[in-house]
Nanobody, 118 residues
Framework: QVQLVESGGGLAQSGGSLRLSCAAS????????MGWFRQAPGKQRELVAE???????NYADSVKGRFTISRDIAKNTVFLQMNSLKPEDTAVYYC????????????WGQGTQVTVSS
């Protein structure tokens, strides 16, 4: 089992910045990726950014150039730095960890609200 604890988020003005953190604990040796998803009201959950075990990263087109995902391996923590925020970034952000053990298993944090006012 993997436990994910998120922090950060809150309210920001358009053009502002926020930083999310996600600390992982538990059985981490099978993890191969961590990332952030978001879900706005009435919409499907979507990938925002992910970082793979080799350090490579992937971003949604809508956040490229504005958001940066990074990690502190020693602390098993992933960060999402969100700059130039837009009202359409408003959503609940979920930390995700993916493990491979025969099948791929997803673990989720509890979610943190990000609200961007215009």
């Amino acid at each position: 089992q993997v436990q994910l604890v998120e922090s950060g988020g809150g309210l920001a003005q358009s053009g502002g910045s926020l930083r999310l953190s996600c600390a992982a604990s538990g059985s981490l040796f099978r993890l191969f990726a961590m990332g952030w998803f978001r879900q706005a009201p009435g919409k499907q959950r979507e990938l925002v950014a992910e970082i793979i075990s080799d350090g490579s990263t992937n971003y949604a087109d809508s956040v490229k150039g504005r958001f940066t995902i990074s990690r502190d391996i020693a602390k098993n923590t992933v960060f999402l730095q969100m700059n130039s925020l837009k009202p359409e970034d408003t959503a609940v952000y979920y930390c995700n960890a993916r493990a491979r053990s025969g099948v791929i298993q997803d673990y989720w944090g509890q979610g943190t609200q990000v609200t961007v006012s215009s």
